[in-house]
């Protein structure tokens, strides 16, 4: 299966949650917004399962202004 994170593809053998996704990556898992196919999903959400050829967007907070 695959997919696209922040603009890079992505193949996998499995179709990951949204949680194992993060974590894979090497991601913090907090502090970060996800979202797939235009969706935001909340935290509490992170066990959806990201479908096969969907583009998924996290974006990690930074402080600062």
């Given at each position: 299966?695959?997919f696209t994170v922040n603009g890079e ?57």
């Amino acid at each position: 299966m695959s997919f696209t994170v922040n603009g890079e593809r992505h193949e996998w053998d499995a179709q990951p949650t949204v949680d194992a996704l993060v974590r894979r990556l090497g991601l913090p898992d907090r502090g970060v917004a996800v979202a797939v196919d235009g969706a935001v999903v909340p935290r509490g959400r992170w066990d959806t399962v990201v479908p096969s050829d969907a583009v998924v967007e996290v974006v990690t907070a930074v402080q600062g202004g």
